[in-house]
Structure formats: C-alpha cells, structure tokens
C-alpha cells in the first residue's frame, strides 16, 4: 500500500542507516536521516542524503523485457510471457543436454534476504547445482572464514553501541571515513567526547581515516601478517595478555605463541616498512586498553591471504580477550547493504543455508527436506571468478545476473566481457541501462528498484530491518522474487507459488529455528511496529542480540575460540620486477558506489572527485618523470588503463592507488580499474586480491 512518509533502510553500504522517505503529490520523493534510529540517529553521509534524485530519476531505467533472438541480432521489446517462455526453454535445454552444473547464477549483496533466499532455493533445491555466487566473494568472503575458523560459524559478535563503550580502535585496511562514514562518524564523536580513546588505521594510504588516528601505521602492501604478529609478540612480552581467557576459552594458543615469537619486532618493522617504535606503540593502546575493537575491511579481506590475514588479526582480540564483552571485538565491515542477509541464507556456492555446513551430509539432507526435494548436491559450485572462467571455458553455458555488474567489479574485467560474449545465453536482471553488463544481455529483465518492492535486509552488526514499498516501478519492471518465483513455477517446480514476499520471509524464518541464528519468532509485523532487531531473536518477547558470546561459549564443537595460525605470513601474489615495479591498490572514493549505476546519475555526487586518476607518490612520479595533471598508462600483465596523474604524499612509494568505479559506459573502458587487476584468489576464501597487482607506469605519448 502506498503512503505518503515510510521509514526504511538505506540501499547502500552494510551500515545501514535508517531513512524517512516522503512523497509529494507528484510522488517526487524527499529522503532524510531518521532520528530515532538506532544506526544513525538522523544522520546521513553523501550518498544517503542523494538518494531521492536517484529514485526520482527513471530516466535510465530498464521498462520492459528485452531479447534477442541470436547473438547476431540487436536486442527488441518482448512481452513478460514470452520473455519468461525463453528463460524456461532455453534453461531445460541446456540442463537437459549438459545437466544442472551448465548453469548459474551470479547475484548481489544488494538482493533483499528474501530474493537471496528465493535464488538459492531455486538454484540448490530445485535446478540441483550449488553454481549461485555473489558479489559479497569479492568483499567479504575473507571474513566469513576467518569467523567460521576463529568462533565456529560466520558470526559478527559486536554491536554498533560498543563503539562508544571502546577505548581503542585499530582500523586495517578499511576507510570509513569515506566507506562507512556514519559508523565513522559515531567513532569520531566518540573521540571528541573522549580524547584518552585512541585509533590506530594500518593502511598504505593517508586516507581521511588514517589522517584522524593516534597512529597510522603505513605498511607495505600485503604485509599485514607480519605486523599483527609482530604485535601480538610485543603484548605477549609486556603481559598485556589475558590469560585466564586464553586457558579457559581458547584453543591451539601454544601454535600462535610459537609463530609471534618467530619474528623479531625489528625484521617485522623492516618487512612492513613500519617504525618499531611505532609497532610497540600500537601494542600498547590495545594492551592496556579496556575496550578494543578491530574493524577492518577489503584492505584484509581481498588478498591472496586474506583469511590469513583475518586470523592474524582475530587473534588479537583472543590474545587480549577483548571478545564477548562491552566495547570489545571483532568487528568486519561489510560493504554492501544485505551482505549479511546473503550470508544468512547460504547465498554462496560453498555455503547453505541458515549457517548448516554444506559439506555436511546430515545438514544437506535437513535442508532438502525442509524444501520438499530429494537432495541437495554435495559439490561445490563455482565461485565469482570461476564462473566467469567456467563461461569463458564452455563448461558454463547459460549465467542470470541478479543486480550487480562483473564488467565492471570483477578483477581481470576484459577477461569477464569476454566470458560473456562466448556463453551460450545471458540473463541479466537490473534496474538501469547504465550497467555494462546490461549490454551483454540476451535476455534483459526489468525489476523494480529500492522503494519499489518490500523486503528485509541484515546490516553489519546483525541488523534486520524491513523495507517498505513506497513507490510503483515504472513501465513494466517487477520485483526480482516475482521474477524468480515466476521462472521457478514456469520450470515446474512446487513451492514457488507464494502471495507475497511475507510469505517468503516467514518460510525462512522458520528454517531458522533452532540454529544459531534463529531468527522464528520474528514476522514482518514486529518488524514494521518494534522497528529493526539484531539476530539471533529466539524466543515470542525476545527483543534480539545485541553481543555474542557473552557467556564465553563459541559455536565450536569445544565451545572454545581457536587460534588460527596462519599459513603463510608472506603475500603469494606476483611480487614486482623490472617490468612492473610498482604495487596497484584499487579501492573507493568518498561519494561514488560500486560502478556508479546509481551515484554516477547525481551531479553533485561528481564534484568530490570527478574523475578517475592515478594517486602516484611523488619520489615515483620524480622516477618515472610524471608531472601532475599528466596522462599515463598504466600497464599490468592483464591489460592496460590510461588517467591523469594525481601526485600525492597520500600514497607510500612504491604504491599507485586507482579508484574502481568507473567503466565502459561512461567513457572508454581505458579508466576501468580492473582492466589491470588478475584473478587470483585465496584459496580458502576465494576471494581475488585486488590491493596487490604488479604495475609499470609511464607518461602517455600518443603514436
Ligand atoms: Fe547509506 Fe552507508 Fe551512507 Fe549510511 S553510511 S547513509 S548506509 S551509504
């Protein structure tokens, strides 16, 4: 039903603030920062607060299903039945002659819990293959398997209020000055209250973040290990450890002991590049600290050792103890707005649902029972950049993107645009034109846009909120779990014929209980009375979570945290030689999202910083004779980009930054980052490294 004021949840970043969305008469909408909740307290940054133009403006918008009839033949307006008749047959081919591993599909931490939901059920339950991926293997893939191993399920123990109950921060490798900047905000407002609080950022760059620290900490790419490690042998000497947490609640602390004590704080300093003055001083905020929280973000999380570098840091809040308490834990951010929702509903190749194990026979066989089919598949599905090399291959022969665009996000992007011009048949369902990825589409599906449909998504801290529809979509676009039901039922399978996403909401709901994150007594209704709640909410009065673990009991089998020690404490990306010397670092900007198909429609969005460029330090600059303001190329094994040079003290030397925002559409594909970024990725994680490429850099002579 439409009103003319609704209260919901940005659509951006996995902070979550809550807006107020008003509507006039023309149903032109206005959107403010909400008062009265709990993230926010009424503020918004930059790209919250611009909203409105964004759902105002329809003017790039998808409006009716697109086809085309061969790869030959330019795309044309089709009707909903026959655009759905096609998904259907050409889906039962391919399965029919290839079986269900031929396709896949690829869906995005911006998806509504109960879209995530509806896919996975579609993709594990019923098509009987676990090739569902999303873009959140990009960001937090990392994270999730550096808590599954640490704490025994992938579960964020902290609340947004222990910010203020904390005493020290370290913040790695994240910005959220400018990625999260209402959390960041909160942790600012915190310090001015507060000036004994101390921050510490481990970043490569002076970011905005690092600039408003105690203590910046600017280390070499890809040496992290090395400098928490470093870290905790400094607290291990000086006794700033909690004993008594390590003997009662943790396990395999003699193995850690045994690597921390491996490598003397002067060979850390030197393999960082860190002061080892500075690295004792670090260890001294955390240790005689009564609050620590980490946070950290893609800086650790999208790196060939990313869940090592996880470990190395979770174990600093074991060391200390600093976990399950007030203004203490482990704190990964998450980029994306239902990142966590995904993750609750198996919305990985390698996960399933409601946190059950899929390597688990027993947890497989209760899922496929719940969803009334024989058996859920055993075998891991493609992740993010394997499926975009199983299309390029054959192996994969149709893909369905759901609301993200890899043309433009994936590492190696020329190697993924041509992935998808050899499938066999691409499905993309988005919004906007805007998205690259849209160009590639055999079949284009118009869905309705945030305010459009109504649903429920998870924040950073465990936070689920509901989000009301408050807007018709325009032409014919319909929501994506419309979409997806639809293709289900049309495919001939049971339990995809529901009157409403409630209905979808209170089947997983149910799923949940009895898990960890049991979640069966909320409905809809308590959501839009009581407003959000944080999982777990296990019992009818239940008014939700706000910390894990208070009780010191972990969901390992020995309810004991564990000490991971990691594998391998050096970077196993390409290191630099002659011919690529310099390391590339992509990352964000302050006002821009993701590829910019919704930000980049805001003009005032662009005067921050309106273009791409290269960040270069100026002793390289000096080296590689680039003046400010000069065109480069920028070469990496994978492919090339050409921007203007921004010489700046804010990089270290040896390091070039390039925001990844932008792509083809908006100019040439010459300023999209991941031209040079590769695909290698974690091994346990799958996630790829995008702040660690080798690259040469010179200034651009036209031929
Ligand atoms: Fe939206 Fe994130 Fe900004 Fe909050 S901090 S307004 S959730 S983009």
Same mark, same amino acid.
């Given at each position: 039903m439409m009103t003319e004021e609704v209260k919901t949840t940005c659509s951006y970043c996995g902070v979550g603030c809550g807006i107020i969305v008003k509507k006039d008469a023309q149903n032109r909408i206005t959107v403010e920062g909400d008062k009265d909740h709990p993230v926010n307290r009424g503020m918004l940054c930059s790209k919250g607060m611009n909203l409105h133009y964004v759902a105002n403006d329809i003017s790039d918008r998808i409006m009716y299903p697109e086809m085309r009839w061969s790869k030959s033949h330019p795309r044309e307006r089709v009707s909903w039945k026959n655009a759905m008749e096609r998904a259907v047959s050409v889906f039962k081919s391919i399965i029919k002659k290839h079986?269900?591993?031929s396709v896949g599909f690829y869906v995005s931490g911006q998806c509504l819990t109960e879209e995530y939901y509806i896919a996975n059920k579609l993709t594990k339950g019923f098509i009987g293959t676990n090739n569902i991926d999303t873009n959140s293997r990009l960001c937090m893939s990392s994270a999730v398997v550096g808590y599954k191993k640490t704490f025994g399920e992938d579960s964020v123990p902290i609340a947004y209020d222990d910010i203020e109950l904390a005493d020290c921060f370290l913040i790695a490798g994240a910005n959220p000055a400018w990625c999260h900047p209402i959390l960041f905000r909160r942790i600012e407002q915190h310090k001015e209250k507060n000036p004994e609080v101390k921050i510490i950022v481990v970043d490569p760059r002076k970011t905005d973040s690092a600039n408003f620290a105690d203590l910046h900490l600017q280390i070499i790419p890809g040496t992290d290990i090395v400098l928490y490690n470093a870290i905790g042998r400094r607290l291990l000497e000086r006794g700033l450890i909690d004993y008594n947490f390590i003997k009662e609640h943790t396990e395999n602390y003699q193995k850690y002991k045994e690597q921390i004590l491996s490598l003397s704080l002067k060979k850390a300093s030197k393999i960082c590049g860190v002061p080892e003055n500075d690295i004792k001083k670090a260890a001294d905020m955390i240790g005689l600290s009564n609050g620590y929280i980490s946070m950290w973000a893609? $800086?650790?999380?999208? @790196?060939?050792i990313g869940t090592d570098k996880n470990f190395a840091l979770l174990n600093l809040s074991l060391i200390t103890g600093?976990? $399950?308490?007030?203004? @203490?834990g482990p704190f990964s951010l998450t980029g994306q707005p239902n990142a966590m929702g995904g993750r609750e509903v198996g919305g990985m190749a390698n996960l399933l649902a409601v946190h059950k194990n899929l390597f688990n026979e027993t947890h497989r066989k209760e899922v496929a029972q719940f969803w009334g089919v024989n058996s859920i598949s055993g075998k891991v599905g493609y992740t993010a950049t394997e499926m975009f090399d199983a299309l390029e291959k054959g192996k994969l022969k149709a893909i369905w993107v759901v609301c993200t665009n890899p043309m433009v996000s994936m590492p190696n992007a020329r190697k993924i645009e041509k992935a998808l011009k050899n499938a066999k048949f691409v499905i993309v369902q988005d919004i906007s034109h805007a998205s690259d990825t849209s160009k590639m589409a055999d079949l284009l599906l118009p869905a309705a846009g945030w305010l459009e449909k109504d649903g429920t998504m998870t924040n950073s801290e465990r936070r689920i909120s509901y989000l009301p529809k408050a807007l018709n979509a325009p032409g014919e676009a319909r929501p994506d779990v419309e979409i997806l039901c639809d293709f289900a039922s049309k495919m001939g399978?049971?339990?995809?014929?529901?009157?409403?996403t409630e209905e979808i909401y209170r089947e997983y709901c149910s799923m949940t209980k009895g898990t960890n994150i049991d979640i069966s007594f909320l409905n809809y209704d308590r959501l839009k009375n009581e407003g959000t709640i944080q999982w777990p909410v296990s019992e009818y009065r239940h008014k939700g979570t706000q910390r894990l673990f208070e009780d010191r009991k972990f969901y390992t089998p020995t309810q004991k945290a564990i000490f991971n020690v990691p594998y391998?404490?050096?970077?196993?990306?390409?290191p630099t030689d002659a011919m690529h010397p310099l390391i590339l670092t992509t990352g964000r900007i302050r006002d821009q999202w993701h590829t910019m198909t919704k930000t980049g429609k805001v003009s005032r969005l662009h005067t921050h910083y309106p273009s791409p460029v290269i960040e270069i330090n100026p002793v390289d600059a000096y080296l590689y004779h680039i003046k400010n303001g000069d065109i480069t190329e920028v070469k990496s094994r994978m492919g090339t980009v050409r921007l203007r040079a921004k010489v700046t003290d804010s990089v270290r030397e040896g390091v070039i930054f390039i925001p990844m925002h932008w792509g083809k559409v908006l100019k040439s594909d010459l300023n999209r980052a991941n031209n040079l970024t590769n695909t290698i990725v974690d091994p346990q994680s799958k996630e790829p490294d995008f702040k660690f490429t080798v690259v040469s850099v010179s200034k651009y002579k036209k031929e």
């Amino acid at each position: 039903m439409m009103t003319e004021e609704v209260k919901t949840t940005c659509s951006y970043c996995g902070v979550g603030c809550g807006i107020i969305v008003k509507k006039d008469a023309q149903n032109r909408i206005t959107v403010e920062g909400d008062k009265d909740h709990p993230v926010n307290r009424g503020m918004l940054c930059s790209k919250g607060m611009n909203l409105h133009y964004v759902a105002n403006d329809i003017s790039d918008r998808i409006m009716y299903p697109e086809m085309r009839w061969s790869k030959s033949h330019p795309r044309e307006r089709v009707s909903w039945k026959n655009a759905m008749e096609r998904a259907v047959s050409v889906f039962k081919s391919i399965i029919k002659k290839h079986g269900p591993d031929s396709v896949g599909f690829y869906v995005s931490g911006q998806c509504l819990t109960e879209e995530y939901y509806i896919a996975n059920k579609l993709t594990k339950g019923f098509i009987g293959t676990n090739n569902i991926d999303t873009n959140s293997r990009l960001c937090m893939s990392s994270a999730v398997v550096g808590y599954k191993k640490t704490f025994g399920e992938d579960s964020v123990p902290i609340a947004y209020d222990d910010i203020e109950l904390a005493d020290c921060f370290l913040i790695a490798g994240a910005n959220p000055a400018w990625c999260h900047p209402i959390l960041f905000r909160r942790i600012e407002q915190h310090k001015e209250k507060n000036p004994e609080v101390k921050i510490i950022v481990v970043d490569p760059r002076k970011t905005d973040s690092a600039n408003f620290a105690d203590l910046h900490l600017q280390i070499i790419p890809g040496t992290d290990i090395v400098l928490y490690n470093a870290i905790g042998r400094r607290l291990l000497e000086r006794g700033l450890i909690d004993y008594n947490f390590i003997k009662e609640h943790t396990e395999n602390y003699q193995k850690y002991k045994e690597q921390i004590l491996s490598l003397s704080l002067k060979k850390a300093s030197k393999i960082c590049g860190v002061p080892e003055n500075d690295i004792k001083k670090a260890a001294d905020m955390i240790g005689l600290s009564n609050g620590y929280i980490s946070m950290w973000a893609m $800086g650790l999380n999208q @790196s060939v050792i990313g869940t090592d570098k996880n470990f190395a840091l979770l174990n600093l809040s074991l060391i200390t103890g600093q976990v $399950g308490k007030p203004g @203490s834990g482990p704190f990964s951010l998450t980029g994306q707005p239902n990142a966590m929702g995904g993750r609750e509903v198996g919305g990985m190749a390698n996960l399933l649902a409601v946190h059950k194990n899929l390597f688990n026979e027993t947890h497989r066989k209760e899922v496929a029972q719940f969803w009334g089919v024989n058996s859920i598949s055993g075998k891991v599905g493609y992740t993010a950049t394997e499926m975009f090399d199983a299309l390029e291959k054959g192996k994969l022969k149709a893909i369905w993107v759901v609301c993200t665009n890899p043309m433009v996000s994936m590492p190696n992007a020329r190697k993924i645009e041509k992935a998808l011009k050899n499938a066999k048949f691409v499905i993309v369902q988005d919004i906007s034109h805007a998205s690259d990825t849209s160009k590639m589409a055999d079949l284009l599906l118009p869905a309705a846009g945030w305010l459009e449909k109504d649903g429920t998504m998870t924040n950073s801290e465990r936070r689920i909120s509901y989000l009301p529809k408050a807007l018709n979509a325009p032409g014919e676009a319909r929501p994506d779990v419309e979409i997806l039901c639809d293709f289900a039922s049309k495919m001939g399978y049971r339990g995809f014929n529901y009157n409403s996403t409630e209905e979808i909401y209170r089947e997983y709901c149910s799923m949940t209980k009895g898990t960890n994150i049991d979640i069966s007594f909320l409905n809809y209704d308590r959501l839009k009375n009581e407003g959000t709640i944080q999982w777990p909410v296990s019992e009818y009065r239940h008014k939700g979570t706000q910390r894990l673990f208070e009780d010191r009991k972990f969901y390992t089998p020995t309810q004991k945290a564990i000490f991971n020690v990691p594998y391998s404490t050096e970077n196993a990306s390409i290191p630099t030689d002659a011919m690529h010397p310099l390391i590339l670092t992509t990352g964000r900007i302050r006002d821009q999202w993701h590829t910019m198909t919704k930000t980049g429609k805001v003009s005032r969005l662009h005067t921050h910083y309106p273009s791409p460029v290269i960040e270069i330090n100026p002793v390289d600059a000096y080296l590689y004779h680039i003046k400010n303001g000069d065109i480069t190329e920028v070469k990496s094994r994978m492919g090339t980009v050409r921007l203007r040079a921004k010489v700046t003290d804010s990089v270290r030397e040896g390091v070039i930054f390039i925001p990844m925002h932008w792509g083809k559409v908006l100019k040439s594909d010459l300023n999209r980052a991941n031209n040079l970024t590769n695909t290698i990725v974690d091994p346990q994680s799958k996630e790829p490294d995008f702040k660690f490429t080798v690259v040469s850099v010179s200034k651009y002579k036209k031929e």
